[in-house]
């Protein structure tokens, strides 16, 4: 389960974050939201992993 868990979010963000980033860099020209974007939910899906496996 964890291993098809790892799949989908790693999948998952391989296809959002290219249109994350595109779609901020449209709005806000520049691509500093884009990458804290992705950096948040980076850091959100360590501390999920860290509070739910890491025990």
Same mark, same amino acid.
């Given at each position: 389960?964890? *291993? #098809?868990?790892? *799949?989908?979010?790693?999948?998952? +963000?391989? *296809? ?5 980033? +595109? !779609? ?5 020209? #520049?691509? %500093? ?5 992705? +950096?948040?939910?980076? %850091?959100?899906?360590?501390? *999920? !992993? ?6």
């Amino acid at each position: 389960m964890t *291993l #098809s868990g790892m *799949l989908l979010v790693g999948n998952g +963000g391989a *296809l959002a974050y290219p249109w994350l980033v +595109g !779609w901020l860099l449209a709005a806000t020209e #520049s691509y %500093a939201a884009g990458f804290a974007a992705m +950096g948040l939910t980076v %850091a959100a899906v360590w501390l *999920l !992993w860290a509070l739910t496996i890491g025990r």
